[in-house]
């Protein structure tokens, strides 16, 4: 099966600079790759998502890429804000027949912007 | 407003008492789905459901139910709950159409088995 690897467990930045959270993925099969935000208390919400087909995909501050020949995948955040303080999941999954989908996630990067 | 809806946020209960936690769509999605969240191990699928009266096991199914009578509602059965399935429960919905997977998450249910 899917193995995701999410590193690091912890970043601490300074509001104003960039964040990179890393993925790797084991299944050349998967072929989506979302990433989630949680905030404390609330369940998790997708922020951005990319499929193999895209080598990157940017949406305001938040921007994906995918290098499917090394099998990962990387979160960058610009202009931190504390308000992007939570914790983040990446995910990867083939998508299969008939719409079947068993995504596996990576365990989690906490991210703490300091004012 | 668009949303998920689970019920209870807590529940606290005993080793062998049979407990629901509903979940509840209003997107009119295809698809929902169960998930566990535990320290350390991220997000695994217990159950999905593509459809009304069309369920499949995910990747943690031991010990779990599911049913899918109506497309809006897809409970979470636990017959017999035991002290390992303590845990933060999300559910989560889709859409089927146009190929579309991004879900959307309810609240959760952090359930603690004694």
């Known amino acids: 099966g899917e193995n995701v690897e999410q590193h690091p467990s912890t970043l601490s930045v300074q509001e104003g600079d960039s964040a990179v959270i890393k993925c790797t993925y084991s299944d050349s099969a998967s072929n989506y790759f979302p990433w989630y935000k949680q905030e404390l208390g609330k369940g998790p919400q997708l922020i951005i998502d990319?499929?193999?087909?895209?080598g990157e995909k940017k949406d305001q501050r938040i921007a994906v890429t995918l290098n499917k020949t090394a099998k990962h995948f990387s979160l960058h955040i610009t202009e931190t804000q504390p308000e992007d303080s939570a914790v983040y999941f990446c995910?990867?999954?083939?998508?299969?027949?008939?719409?079947?989908?068993?995504?596996?996630f990576g365990r989690g990067t906490s991210l703490i912007v300091h004012p | 407003e668009a949303q998920v809806t689970q019920n209870p946020r807590y529940l606290i209960t005993v080793t062998g008492k049979k407990l629901t936690v509903t979940c509840s769509q209003n997107m009119n999605h295809e698809y929902m789905s169960w998930y566990r969240q535990d320290p350390g191990l991220g997000l695994r699928q217990i159950y999905y459901?593509?459809?009304?009266?069309?369920?499949d096991k995910g990747d943690v199914p031991e010990g779990y139910k599911v049913s899918r009578k109506e497309k809006r509602n897809f409970p979470l059965i636990l017959e017999s709950p035991s002290p390992n399935q303590t845990s933060l429960y999300f559910c989560?919905?889709?859409?089927?159409?146009?190929?579309?997977?991004?879900?959307?998450f309810g609240p959760g249910t952090r359930l603690t088995v004694t």
């Open positions: 459901s593509m459809n009304v009266e069309v369920t």
């Open positions: 989560a919905s889709r859409p089927g159409a146009g190929g579309r997977y991004e879900q959307y």
């Open positions: 990319i499929r193999s087909n895209v």
């Open positions: 995910a990867a999954s083939p998508l299969g027949a008939g719409g079947s989908y068993i995504p596996t």
